[in-house]
């Protein structure tokens, strides 16, 4: 018989707090140690920690705040907490201290796989630690006995008008969750404050794992491709989710997705999507309102939707220049796209100012998997032509691509033409850093999110003699 490890107190009345669907469970030594152990062992020590930082740094300041940064949409502002992930100008992003290639070579992977779970990912980004490979299979088993939707919001999206963006779909599902939610929930019956990360872990881990059956009954509904299969309990995440989206059979593109999961799961605190989550999960509004809020934002076309703008984008080129454009053709439709008063789409960046190590892996899985491939090609093409003309336009701050540059290639490859569902996918994976730092909030007392806002004409008195 299995012994039971014995908890202190204080992890029987967390353990008991979040786990809504059961009313208690008892954790043998023989199973891996799950998330939410680990994390109710961390939590003190990081409640601790900010203490000592607060302590001993709390009056210091980062530096000067300038009228500019405050029309400038707060770029480079120091103002928000984020410990999933940290964005380097130069470098791009580190997941918990982790480069991208660190990650691919240190997450646990599927028998036979070469990119990182996300399931791994989402485990460093709540704890800061490598999991290991029987932690990460049971995330995904934990995440696939979680994955049924609730039948009225199943109706929800099955009543959507195939018209309707599936970005649009995609919230009104997620903000539907609500309905479930362990944290408003205890939340109504009085919790203590310094209980709330319980449900509100309840409530992440909800999340991402109905995401898969949201995106795939949004997929069929909206591009007609048939009845949406039953998860299978015994496969990862990104299996579950190609296979939902009917690509269940293609090696290559599960793992594409786990690829893709993972270098969009987070990019620091301060992009539209992570910020609006953590703004309004301040509110205390559980995280299905907080991330129905991300979606709203990531839809938009600087953002998220910037994948979905590069494929209209390259594919008008390549009705308008064909399938082997001269170099000369393409800085020419790279001018008229600027002279017309738009935007490169997939070029450019808030804070990086060198190409996005996320395109960078993305161009290293379509030269292994699909080094031929015309449309790849092109991207190729355009990386070499399109940073000389931004320089040469004299706005962008950085010329150089971004993650949406390269996403959609790779889905077009294996038949995920549906560019308009390219930003949920985006928004599936956006889910994994959201939800971490949610859980963080919750668990440091995070407050309500309240800065500070000027007048034009507040502005010129303030600054009037000075
Ligand atoms: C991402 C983005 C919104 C960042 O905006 P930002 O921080 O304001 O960028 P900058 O400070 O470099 O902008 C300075 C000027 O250059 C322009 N610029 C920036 N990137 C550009 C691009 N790819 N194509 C054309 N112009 C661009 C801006 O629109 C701005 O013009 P304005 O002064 O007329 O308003 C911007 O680079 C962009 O629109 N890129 C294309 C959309 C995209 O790929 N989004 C996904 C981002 S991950």
Not at 217 to 234: E, H, M
Not at 351 to 377: C, G, I, M, W
Not at 437 to 457: F, H, M, V
Request: one cysteine or more; a neutral charge; glycine letters at 8%.
């Amino acid at each position: 018989m299995a012994s039971l490890r014995v908890l202190s107190r204080s992890q029987l009345r967390i353990a008991r707090v979040g786990l809504p669907h059961t009313a208690f469970r008892c954790y043998a030594t023989s199973k891996p140690q799950t998330l939410k152990e680990r994390l109710a062992e961390l939590i003190p020590k990081e409640i601790d920690n900010v203490k000592a930082i607060r302590a001993e740094h709390g009056k210091k300041a980062f530096g000067q705040v300038t009228v500019d940064q405050v029309y400038g949409g707060m770029r480079g502002l120091p103002a928000l907490l984020w410990d999933g992930s940290v964005l380097d100008a130069e470098e791009g992003i580190r997941f918990r201290g982790k480069t991208i290639p660190e990650c691919q070579a240190e997450l646990p992977k599927a028998p036979g796989g070469s990119e990182p779970l996300p399931e791994g990912l989402f485990w460093l980004l709540v704890t800061g630690e490598v999991p290991t490979d029987a932690q990460v299979k049971a995330l995904s088993q934990e995440w696939a006995h979680r994955a049924a939707l609730p039948e009225f919001v199943e109706e929800i999206i099955d009543r959507c008008p195939p018209s309707l963006h599936p970005m649009s779909q995609f919230s009104i599902a997620v903000t539907a969750l609500n309905h479930e939610s362990a944290f408003a929930k205890a939340y109504q019956e009085g919790i203590s404050k310094k209980d709330y990360w319980g449900p509100v872990f309840e409530d992440c881990m909800d999340l991402i794992a109905k995401l898969p059956n949201i995106a795939g009954r949004i997929y069929r509904n909206v591009f007609g491709s048939g009845k949406l299969p039953a998860i299978d309990t015994s496969k990862d995440y990104s299996y579950n989710l190609a296979n939902l989206l009917g690509f269940g059979d293609k090696e290559a593109f599960v793992e594409l997705l786990r690829l893709y999961i993972t270098i969009h799961s987070d990019h620091e605190g301060g992009n539209v999507s992570a910020h609006t989550g953590k703004l309004v999960g301040s509110a205390l509004s559980d995280p299905f309102l907080a991330f129905g809020a991300s979606l709203n934002g990531l839809a938009g076309p600087l953002h998220g939707l910037a994948n979905q703008e590069v494929l209209l984008w390259l594919m008008k080129m390549k009705s308008k220049l064909g399938d082997a454009p001269t170099d000369e053709a393409v800085r020419g439709y790279i001018w008229d796209t600027l002279n017309g008063g738009q935007v490169v789409p997939g070029y450019g960046h808030a804070v990086l100012r060198k190409t996005d190590p996320r395109y960078t892996a993305q161009r290293e899985f379509a030269l292994k998997h699909l080094p031929n491939d015309s449309l790849f090609k092109l991207v190729g093409q355009i990386y070499n032509i399109a940073p000389e003309v931004l320089l040469e336009a004299g706005k962008a701050k950085n010329p150089w691509p971004n993650v949406d540059a390269h996403s959609g290639v790779l889905l077009t490859y294996y038949g995920l033409t549906q560019m308009q569902f390219y930003t949920v996918l985006f928004g599936v994976s956006r889910a994994f850093g959201v939800a971490a730092q949610l859980i963080w909030d919750r668990a440091l007392g995070a407050p309500l999110e309240r800065p500070k806002s000027y007048s034009s004409e507040a502005i010129k008195k303030m600054f009037a003699n000075k």
